[in-house]
Nanobody, 121 residues
Framework: QVHVVESGGGLVQTGGFLRLTCTAS????????MAWFRQAPGKVREIVSA????????RYADAVKARFTVSRDNAESTVYLQMDSLKPEDTAVYYC??????????????WGQGTPVTVSS
């Protein structure tokens, strides 16, 4: 059984930074893609960033380009999201997802429970 667990969310002021961590356990393959999504109150869930298994392909939403950086440690089945220059509009619950097909476009098979991020103005 696959378990996906996020951590690192919290409260930060505008311009601050946070680093989210997601670890997946129970995977039968390491050639999976991993991604971060977010869902703000009253809005649909949207993709923030994704990375393929070899880390040679990444994907970012336009709203976070040049501010967020995704990386992974395959030995630990862990993906990170470094979030810099945070803005109030980044406030959301951030979810980690794992895609068995290994591409940054999904599909996304396993999800974590989410970690909340609040950026105060």
């Amino acid at each position: 059984q696959v378990h996906v667990v996020e951590s690192g969310g919290g409260l930060v002021q505008t311009g601050g930074f946070l680093r989210l961590t997601c670890t997946a356990s129970g995977l039968t393959s390491r050639t999976v893609a991993m991604a971060w999504f977010r869902q703000a109150p009253g809005k649909v869930r949207e993709i923030v960033s994704a990375i393929n298994w070899s880390s040679n392909t990444t994907r970012y939403a336009d709203a976070v380009k040049a501010r967020f950086t995704v990386s992974r440690d395959n030995a630990e089945s862990t993906v990170y999201l470094q979030m810099d220059s945070l803005k109030p509009e980044d406030t959301a619950v951030y979810y980690c997802a794992v895609g068995s097909k290994g591409t940054v476009y999904g599909p996304w098979d396993y999800w974590g429970q989410g970690t909340p991020v609040t950026v105060s103005s």
